[in-house]
Each structure stands twice: as C-alpha cells, then as structure tokens.
C-alpha cells in the first residue's frame, strides 16, 4: 500500500516571507494538497545568531494571508537537540564523524571548495573549538527529482566531508534536516533548485541513519534583475499582502501552470483550490531559475 503522503514547508525566521520562498511554499502545498495528502509547516530555527526577532510569527501569519494553511502543530528545530544528539551518537558509533579544527580561513587557504579530510589523521588538540564532520566515501549519488529528472553527483566531490556540528555546538543543516524529515514521516519535499546541491550529503545521511528517503522535486529559484536568487541576505522584500489573490495566480504562472485571466480577480481560496484541481507537476520549468 502507498503510504499517504506527507509534505513540508520549512523555513529559516532570519527574516520576512519573500517571494522566492512564498514559491516554493505554493508548490510544496499544491502538490500534497492535489494528492490529499498532509502539509506540515516547520521553523528551522538553528542557528540563533542569524535569526530575526518575530520573523517566526511573521512568516506564519503570511502563510495564513496567502491560504496557506497547514495540518498538526509547527515544529521548531530548536527544541529538537535530543534527537540530533541521538543521531550523532549513531554516526559516532559507526566511526563515521571526526573532530576538525580547521577554520574558513585554512581551508581556503588550501584551496579547497569542499573539505577534503585534513583532519581525517587527527585534529590540532590545543584548539578548544571543534566541529564534526562526517567521513564521505568518494562515489556516486543518483535520484530521480520530481522536476529536474535524473541526478548524478559525486558525493566527496560535491560536499567533501561536511559538518554535522558546528564549532559552536550548534547542529548543521544537514544533519537537522535529514533527522526532523524522518521524524515527520515526510515523503516529498517540494524546494528550491538552490538546495539540489545539497540532496547527495543528505541522501548519504538518510543512508548511514537507516532512514527512507523521500522523494524531491526542486523548482527554479525566483532571481531579482542582476540574476542573484532571491534571499534575505540580497535584501529581498517581504511578500505584499495587500492582494495575496494576484501574487497567488502570478507563482502559478511561474511555476509553468496555467491560470485563466479571470482568476486573478477570484478569492484566494479560490486561486487555490484552481491550483489543486489543475496541479501537474509536469508543468513546471526544469532549469535553476525563473
């Protein structure tokens, strides 16, 4: 029996709900919604210095402006440290994480774009500070993505050794995402292309940890006139809420469906319920960006 299927939208609170994530927000609820699935909203709350006072709150009554609403209680990454912990443990037990006390510097320095195991023979002991990573072995990494189609990485090559706790004591991306994913029995994630590159580490993780991986699907990033992603970090506005309704019909066009004219002057809950009944996947452009 097909198991029903579970859908996410989570967002970092470093900042107000940008069209770019309002996007993949759209797509992510769409498809569950088409399948009669269930759409669960998490908070990746992870890394505190980054993070914006009231962004949480903000990015969930924006969610509920543009009808998007979501089933079971928000998750926050930051009060889930018991389970990171127990996946490191594991990966601990295995003998497949190791300290490195290498800074950005160093290893640029060496002229790396991904860690290539320095610290594999031994870290510098007089550091206090340490992070963990994970020991990649070099091989390949293969998945059908639900819109880019087939996907080949090395995965040494591609991520090298990546961290799984962060100097800090703060938990890796990674490692957090692969972790909560499975705690939520999610089984497809509906992204942007910015994070395709960052299917192979967690596949690997989903391997390592015994988990079932999901199925992907990463849609083309929303880029702003000199062709850089739409980010907080490029000073991307927040989403309007003056006509949700119009930003609504204007993502389904993006993401290659094909809404009657006429819908932009419909509810929201109607522009979305066009969205669910005409869902195809097979619609939306396979690049990078818009």
């Known amino acids: 029996m097909t198991p029903p299927a579970i859908g996410r939208f989570a967002p970092s609170p470093t900042g107000p709900l940008h069209y770019g994530s309002l996007l993949a927000a759209v797509a992510s609820h769409l498809n569950i919604r088409s399948k009669n699935g269930t759409w669960l909203v998490r908070i990746d709350d992870l890394d505190p210095p980054r993070e914006v ?13 543009y009808g998007l609403h979501w089933d079971k209680e928000v998750v926050y990454q930051s009060r889930h440290s018991e389970l990171y912990d127990e996946a490191l ?3 601990t037990k295995d ?20 860690y290539q195991g320095h610290c594999r023979k031994g870290y510098i002991p007089e550091r206090k500070r340490f992070s963990l990573r994970i020991k990649t072995p070099d091989r390949a990494v293969t998945w059908m993505d639900l819109i880019q189609g087939q996907q080949i990485f090395n995965l040494f090559d591609s991520n090298g050794d990546f961290i799984v706790r962060r100097s800090d004591r703060l938990y890796a991306y990674h490692l957090a995402v692969v972790v909560d994913d499975a705690e939520q029995q999610i089984t497809e994630i509906i992204r942007g292309a910015d994070l ?3 299917t192979p580490a967690q596949s690997y993780l989903q391997e390592v940890l015994d988990i079932q991986p999901p199925q992907y699907g990463h849609i083309p990033v929303a880029v702003n006139a000199e062709g850089t992603k739409l980010s907080k970090q490029t000073g991307a506005k927040a989403v309007s809420l003056r006509d949700p309704a119009k ?25 979305l319920g066009w969205g669910i009944s005409n869902w195809d996947m097979t619609g939306i452009p396979a690049r990078l960006s818009l």
């Open 89 to 91: 443990a594991q990966l």
């Open 247 to 271: 930003t609504l019909v204007m993502a389904l066009r993006d993401l290659g469906q094909d809404p009657p004219d006429g819908l932009v002057a419909s509810s929201v809950d109607e522009v």
């Open 53 to 65: 006072s009231g962004a949480s709150a903000d990015i969930l009554r924006t969610l509920e402006q």
């Open 196 to 198: 395709l590159t960052s």
């Open 95 to 114: 003998d497949l994480l190791y300290r490195c006390s290498c800074s950005r510097k160093e290893i640029a320095k060496r002229g790396e774009n991904f």
